[in-house]
């Protein structure tokens, strides 16, 4: 059984920084690929950022490129989110979901979800 648990989020001032953790498990395959997604209140639920295990090749919503940094530690089974620069319109649940295949601009896993965790970007 696939499982993902993210930890990190909180309250932050504009400009601030905070990095999330999504802890995975249960993957029978090793390609697969994870994606970091958010919703705020009244919106979709939208792509972020994405890595994939065959080449840890990236990709990152134009909203965030040059201010996110996705990365991986393979040992520890966790991707994480670096987000520097914050901005009050990063606001958001933030959610961790993963499934076969590779990152593209067209294509972000969404199989399995964490729990989500809020980021609060407020002076």
């Known amino acids: 059984q696939v499982q993902l648990v993210e930890s990190g989020g909180g309250l932050v001032q504009p400009g601030g920084s905070l990095r999330l953790s999504c802890a995975a498990s249960?993957?029978?395959?090793?390609?697969?690929?994870i994606g970091w997604f958010r919703q705020a209140p009244g919106k979709e639920r939208e792509g972020v950022s994405c890595i994939s295990s065959s080449d840890g090749s990236t990709y990152y919503a134009d909203s965030v490129k040059g201010r996110f940094t996705i990365s991986r530690d393979k040992t520890k089974m966790t991707v994480y989110l670096q987000m520097n620069s914050l901005k009050p319109e990063d606001t958001a649940v933030y959610y961790c979901a993963t499934g076969l295949g590779v990152c593209s601009d067209s294509y972000y896993p969404r199989d399995y979800w964490g729990q989500g965790t809020q980021v609060t970007v407020s002076s």
């Open positions: 249960g993957f029978s395959s090793d390609y697969y690929a």
